[in-house]
């Protein structure tokens, strides 16, 4: 009996929520699940380098859950650029998970799904919105428990300027620093804080404030990202509320009026940046199985 997996795609950080703050937006994989085969055959219009058969990361997710599913045939049709900052593997690792879930009979709460998906991932900022919709708030403890508050993200338009060059998370992590002084430390947290509470009170503009004051990892990753100050100005110039790198980049997102898009659009293209220009939503809710 074949069936759908529905993936949100998601943005991570929002400038100082490094690593714990995500939202799901309006971009999708989608995996059918079809008839049992005598091996996994995953067919996906994602290029080369992303393999065809059990090495696939869908796979090897639901493999590592539950050894003994038998194979199927996979069609892959997903419209989330891959590294690019938009929670590619983060989409895969979560149907991995549900395909697991869905042909060994698991019943999986949606907790025991997050746990299991922030274990591989490594951080839950993608993960949870991915699986909760709309706005999360995370933390994945010492002793790898995942908490994680689901918000409501207000409703705006989120302008994805997506770069036609690849950044693995891998490369834009590595140029982040081992540690951070106590008082940068202090600083950088209390930044992220208050968006935390700007956020769920509502209050956009200090939300957009906070969310252009990272001192985390904007400031290390900008050689990586060099665009993102000319769209952060950019942004300025079109009315937006603030402008981030969404998770390890390189996509940067700007939240914006749906009035002043069309402007924001115009500054973009006049700019000669070279990229795609995506008009998002917060999506509401994460993963689908129908
Ligand atoms: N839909 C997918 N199906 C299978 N494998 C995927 C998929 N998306 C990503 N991957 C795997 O994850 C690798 C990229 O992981 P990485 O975290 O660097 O990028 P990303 O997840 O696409 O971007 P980001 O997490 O920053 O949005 C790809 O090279 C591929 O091996
Ligand atoms: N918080 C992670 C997101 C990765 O998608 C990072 O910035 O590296």
Redesign the pocket.
């Known amino acids: 009996m074949s069936f759908e997996i529905i993936v949100p795609a998601t943005s991570a950080n929002l400038g100082p929520g490094f690593d714990s703050i995500g939202i799901a937006v309006s971009r999708y994989?989608k995996v059918k699940v079809e008839a049992s085969t005598a091996s996994w055959q995953v067919e996906?219009q994602?290029g080369k380098?992303?393999p065809t058969d059990e090495r696939?990361?869908?796979v090897k997710t639901a493999l590592q859950i539950a050894p003994a599913i038998q194979p199927h045939h996979l069609i892959?049709d997903?419209e989330?650029p891959?590294?690019?900052?938009?929670?590619?593997?983060?989409?895969?690792i979560i149907a991995g998970i549900e395909l697991a879930d869905h042909l060994a009979e698991l019943n999986l709460s949606q907790l025991e799904k997050l746990q299991l998906a922030t274990k591989i991932e490594g951080h839950p900022d993608?993960v949870a919105p991915a699986i909760l919709g709309d706005l999360t708030v995370s933390t994945y403890t010492a002793d790898q428990q995942v908490f994680s508050i689901k918000g409501h993200f207000p409703e705006m338009a989120l302008m994805a300027f997506v770069p036609p060059t690849e950044l693995?998370?891998?490369a834009s992590r590595s140029v982040l620093p081992a540690k951070l002084n106590f008082s940068t430390a202090v600083k950088a947290s209390s930044i992220g804080n208050t968006l935390v509470a700007a956020l769920f009170a509502g209050d956009l503009k200090q939300a957009g404030q906070l969310m252009e004051q990272d001192q985390f990892h904007e400031q290390y990753r900008a050689h990586l990202v060099p665009h993102l100050a000319k769209l952060r100005t950019l942004g300025h110039q079109a009315g937006a509320i603030a402008t981030y790198l969404s998770?390890?980049g390189p996509t940067t997102m700007t939240v914006i009026d749906l009035k002043s898009c069309q402007r924001f659009a115009d500054l973009v293209a006049a700019s000669g940046l070279s990229g795609e220009l995506l008009q998002l939503k917060v999506e509401r809710q994460g993963v689908v199985i129908r």
């Open positions: 994989l996906h994602l380098d992303v696939n990361l869908i892959v997903s989330i891959l590294a690019r900052g938009l929670g590619s593997s983060s989409s895969a993608n693995l998370t891998t998770g390890a």
